[in-house]
């Protein structure tokens, strides 16, 4: 069942809000230097299976059996696969192109959410919408140019990663009201390390990672369970319209760890597809917040 509401504090909510953005852009960035060595399907099941444990320590022993207690399985269970797949295909096009370009394009997400809502949620899909979803493609367009030097392969492991990020945040959407976060959270957890242990008989011969590496695979389930774990407290804390605009923040953390990490600036035609994705985002949040004051 859902937890009982707590106070808002929208100040605290978007401070957490962004530090949890912060952790996905180190999760990011951490993944795409480890995909140099590693395969991705054991990168990805060591995300998941350390925020399992994560879960099991520290939330476990608390909820017991209320967190898997639920009454919509299936759907958890898909709504988990279509973030781990969200997560595979991310890293897929991390390895290939640079971390703000990769990290632009899975932006899109929020913008396909908006073309899904009309059939999979009931919602009224206006002609902003419309818009906004419209100047995010071409923004992609942008970034992915015919003649441009990003690796086509890479875009388009990124838009698969936009859009299984979509399906994701549909059904955020739907369980968000009948299900208790932790619970959401767990079965992320559950389910990708049970759909990735499947992979580690094929990849888990070429497994030999040295100490350094071996903390920074750990640390990837830290960046994804803690990341997630705050950005729940954040919703909590304060509502999805006054949050969903410091969203794209974490572009800033990618190009920035780009640059610092990886010494890539991107070219200004990406820089202008990145700001017009952003820009479209925006557009798209700010209005939404706007119907949200006034319905």
């Known amino acids: 069942m859902p937890p009982a509401p707590i106070a808002q504090h929208p100040l605290r909510g978007i ?35 350390l925020h399992f444990v994560i879960m099991l320590v520290f939330v476990g022993p608390s909820m017991r059996l209320q967190l898997v207690r639920t009454d919509n399985l299936s759907l958890q269970v898909v709504r988990a696969l279509a973030l781990v797949g969200t997560t595979g295909f991310a890293m897929m096009a991390f390895r290939t192109m640079p971390l703000a370009e990769a990290t632009a394009v899975l932006f899109l997400a929020p913008l396909l959410v908006t073309l899904l809502a009309g059939p999979f949620l009931r919602e009224r899909v206006g002609a902003g919408r419309w818009a906004a979803a419209i100047v995010g493609f071409a923004g992609v367009l942008l970034i992915a140019r015919p003649g441009g030097a990003l690796n086509p392969a890479g875009t388009l492991w990124a838009l698969a990663g936009a859009a299984c990020y979509a399906v994701y945040q549909i059904l955020t959407r739907r369980l968000s009201h009948a299900e208790h976060p932790l619970t959401l959270l767990f079965y992320t ?8 242990s499947l992979a580690l008989p094929w990849f888990w011969f070429e497994f030999s990672p040295s100490p350094l590496q071996w903390l920074m695979i750990a640390s990837l389930g830290f960046y994804g369970g803690v990341g997630h774990f705050i950005l729940i407290r954040a919703f909590r804390l304060a509502p999805a319209s006054t949050l969903t ?28 597809g990145m700001a017009v994705i952003a820009a479209a985002g925006l557009w798209l949040a700010l209005g939404e917040r706007q119907a949200g004051a006034t319905g």
Not at 245 to 272: E, K, N, R
């Open 245 to 272: 605009p410091f969203g794209y923040t974490q572009l800033i953390w990618a190009g920035l760890l780009g640059w610092l990490v990886y010494g890539h600036v991107p070219d200004a035609m990406s820089a202008a």
């Open 15 to 49: 401070l957490l809000f962004m530090l949890a953005l912060m952790l996905f852009a180190l999760l990011d960035a951490t993944s795409k230097h480890l995909t140099v060595d590693f395969a991705v399907p054991l990168l990805v099941w060591a995300r998941y299976a």
């Open 189 to 196: 957890a559950l389910v990708g390390t049970a759909a990735m």
